[in-house]
Each structure stands twice: as structure tokens, then as C-alpha cells.
């Protein structure tokens, strides 16, 4: 992190001390898809999985072909939008992103936090590694709120976003998640995939369809709690057949290479410039607020739209540094949550507006850059990893990526 200020680029770790159980990921209806959450047409008929919470209705909707960049040519700019935690509360901010989407032909990363579909009254259910059984260090949901998740959840799938995973207890801190052993993580993620896949079983409910896909086989990759335990999570998630891990803290915007044997792309949250200072932050929603209001989630009311203006301008500032040089993916996390009275949410909708302004500008999931990037040629994106932060290649894209310069990789 050379040039960065290390007191300002937080880890969502870090965030999470000061703030306690607020720093958690929490939980969300414009025009993304119906608000009822039933979304597009199914495919084919559904295929009940288990006790029919999901089902297997064949391919994912809305997914893009990708294709090979033909030599010379400048990369599209990638855009992930990823959403930790992923529940539908009475903000409706699940819904509400879910319709942004909709509006700007963008698909997203929503990380669904498994004790989301689980009833506070079965949290026995739950046993987290190393803490009590039922022990969470957020919230379990009211049942109208699982309700209206799974709605949620069930509705964006069908819209061709992801559902990934934000695991179950969001434990931080020296005794949470980073002490937790390869054979912990894939508990915890056994679990999750449970809790998901057996909502039915759990909280009663009759009225809602299943879940359209097979969790097990759809789960792509995750983000861990506070951005931390990574380490010992790759083993597990490369064993599971996982594409990548969203974990990473205060990557740089550069294009992403793999981990873990060449096993799992890293897709890490970047240090991108801070709108009205000369340091970097991270770019995700808790970070901004802890710089501006020392991560006070009630902060001076005068300053809101002082605060809201700085952290649009400084998505903004992230994705020109990329689209206007070296076109490195950008990635951006949130939370579900009315931080700041909603000035993060707001700062987010009017980002994705003016980026989507732009020409070739692609909004996609975790998991639709990963089958972009395994379309591509090796060597091109060997010669793209040479291009650091904000260079744009010397001789222009058409030298830089034609059919020599490929060879010469």
C-alpha cells in the first residue's frame, strides 16, 4: 500500500472495533424487478431440492456471454456493487437496490448472511465455531423480515444478480472469524448453505416459492465478516469448487490475479482516493463513515449532505481513475443500512447514475467477471496486470493489447 496512508485506509476489521455490533453487515423496493420479489419467468418447470425451499429451474436468467477480447481492443470498464449481509428490512433497501439495478441494466453481488433465513426462535440451530450455540454478533430477523428476504433473494436471482455469502454470525476481532481453523470455515459455511436450503423446514412459512436455484451448486464465493480470516477460508473455498473471495482489504486498482494455487480469483475492496483529501479509503460504505464521522452512525446532522456529496464524488473519483487509464474492475461493498440518515445509499444510487453515463460501462457480479476474465487470453490478462493504479498504457490500448503485444507477454 505504498502511498497510503495507513491510519486512513481502514479494514472493515478495524471499523467494526470502533463500532461494535453496528460495524456487522445488516440488511432493503424503484424498479430492479417486481417488488413482490417473484421476479422473471422460470425457464422450466422447478425441480423441488430437499424439503423444496429451492428448487433446480435450469440455467440462471440474465446472464451475459462472455467474450474473448479481440487483439487491440480496450477493456470494457467492470462495476461489482456487492451488498454484505443482504437482508430485507423495513427500510426496503434490498428492494430498493434491487430496482436501481433495473434502472441502469446492472446486475450485483448480494452477500446473504445465512442466519437471515433462520428464525431467532431456532438459533439453537446454529453452532458457531469457537462461541455458544445461537451466539451472533448481529442480529437474527424478525420472521416478517425472513419473509420478505427470502422474497428478495428469490426475486434477484431471477434477475440474473448473485447470491453469495456473508457466512452466519459476523464474529470480529481477535476472537472471531480470523482464529477459525479450515475445518471451522467449512462448518460455518455447511451451515449456512443449511439454513438457506432448509428455510422451509425452519420458519414454517407456506405462502412463498421456493428459492429458484441449488445453493450448494450456484455458491460462488463469499466476503468474510470485517474483511478478516481469509487465510485459512481460501483452503476451504478452493476445495469447495469456490471462484473467488471477496476478502480482501486495501487492494489496489489493478486488474485481479488468482490465490491459492491459481484456485480463486481475489476480488478485494481497493483503496480509492478520498473526494477533498489527499489520502485513499476503502472502498466500501463503513469506511467513508468512519473517516467522516469517526464511525459514529448518528453523526452531525449539519454535515450530512457535506458527507453524502464527498463519498459519491469519491466512488466517482475510484471509477475515473480506472475508466480513464489502466480500466482495472472496481469494486465497491455496502451494507444494508441508514448510516448517516442514509446518506451512504443515497451516495451510491447517484454514483451508479453517473457512471452508467459513461460508454462502455459493464454493472456485473462477482461471479459474471469471473466467467469474463476465464474467457480471456492468458497473456492478456498477464499484460493488463502490469498496468499499476491509474496508467493508462504508454502507446494506447490498440499497441498495448494488439496480436504483438500479446505474444510479447
Known amino acids: 500500500m505504498s502511498g497510503i496512508s495507513r491510519r486512513r485506509v481502514l479494514t472493515a476489521g478495524m471499523a467494526a472495533g470502533a463500532l461494535g455490533t453496528l460495524a456487522a453487515c445488516s440488511t432493503g423496493t424503484g424498479k430492479a424487478g417486481p417488488a413482490d420479489g417473484r421476479g422473471t419467468a422460470q ?6 431440492i430437499g424439503d423444496g425451499s429451492t428448487a433446480d429451474t435450469g440455467p440462471q436468467p440474465h446472464q451475459p456471454k462472455p467474450e474473448r477480447l479481440k487483439p487491440g481492443r480496450r477493456p ?25 439495478a433495473a434502472d441502469h441494466g446492472a446486475t450485483m453481488t ?18 458457531p465455531p469457537q462461541h455458544p450455540v445461537g451466539a451472533s454478533a448481529i442480529g437474527y430477523l424478525a420472521d416478517r423480515h425472513i419473509h420478505a428476504t427470502l422474497q428478495q433473494v428469490r426475486g434477484a436471482w431471477l434477475e440474473g444478480h448473485e447470491i453469495g455469502t456473508h457466512f452466519n454470525g459476523h464474529f470480529c476481532g481477535p ?17 449456512a448453505v443449511d439454513f438457506v436450503t432448509k428455510w422451509r423446514t425452519n420458519t414454517g412459512f407456506t405462502d412463498l416459492d421456493p428459492l429458484p436455484f441449488d445453493y450448494r451448486k450456484e455458491l460462488a464465493g463469499g466476503r468474510t465478516p470485517c474483511l478478516e480470516g481469509q487465510a485459512n477460508l481460501l483452503p476451504t473455498a478452493a476445495a469447495l469448487g469456490w471462484k473467488y473471495d471477496a476478502s480482501s482489504p486495501g487492494g489496489l486498482q489493478v486488474w485481479p490475479g488468482k490465490v491459492q494455487g491459481g484456485r480463486l480469483w481475489d476480488f478485494p475492496l481497493q483503496s480509492i482516493p478520498f473526494a477533498g483529501h489527499s489520502f485513499q479509503v476503502l472502498s466500501m460504505d463503513y469506511n467513508m463513515m468512519f473517516n467522516q464521522s469517526g464511525g459514529n452512525p448518528l453523526g452531525d446532522r449539519a454535515r450530512y449532505d457535506t458527507w453524502r456529496a464527498q463519498a459519491r464524488d469519491t466512488y466517482l473519483a475510484g471509477f475515473r481513475r480506472a475508466y480513464e487509464t489502466n480500466r482495472a474492475p ?6 444494508f ?10 451516495a451510491v444510487e447517484e454514483a451508479i447514475g453517473r457512471m452508467a453515463a459513461h460508454d462502455d460501462v459493464r454493472f456485473v457480479s462477482f461471479k459474471q467477471l469471473v466467467a469474463w476474465l476465464e474467457a480471456q487470453d492468458g497473456a492478456v490478462l498477464r499484460r493488463l496486470r502490469t498496468l499499476p493504479p491509474g496508467q493508462a498504457p504508454a502507446g494506447g490500448w490498440a499497441e498495448f493489447l494488439g496480436a504483438a503485444g500479446s505474444r510479447s507477454s
Do not use: C
Not at 78 to 98: C, K, P
Not at 337 to 346: C, F, L, T
Open 337 to 346: 443500512e441508514r448510516w448517516n440518515g442514509g446518506i451512504y445509499m443515497d
Open 175 to 191: 476472537a472471531g472469524v480470523r482464529a477459525w481453523s479450515p475445518a471451522q470455515w467449512r462448518s460455518e459455511i455447511d451451515q
Open 76 to 100: 470494457p470498464q467492470f462495476v461489482v456493487f456487492s451488498w454484505d449481509g443482504a437482508g430485507e428490512l423495513s427500510n426496503r433497501l434490498f428492494s430498493r437496490f434491487r430496482r436501481v
Open 110 to 127: 448480494f452477500f446473504l448472511s445465512g442466519i437471515y433465513t433462520l428464525p431467532e426462535s431456532k438459533k439453537h440451530l446454529y453452532r
Open 330 to 335: 472496481l469494486f465497491i461493498g455496502n451494507h
Open 43 to 48: 425457464a422450466r418447470p422447478a425441480r423441488p
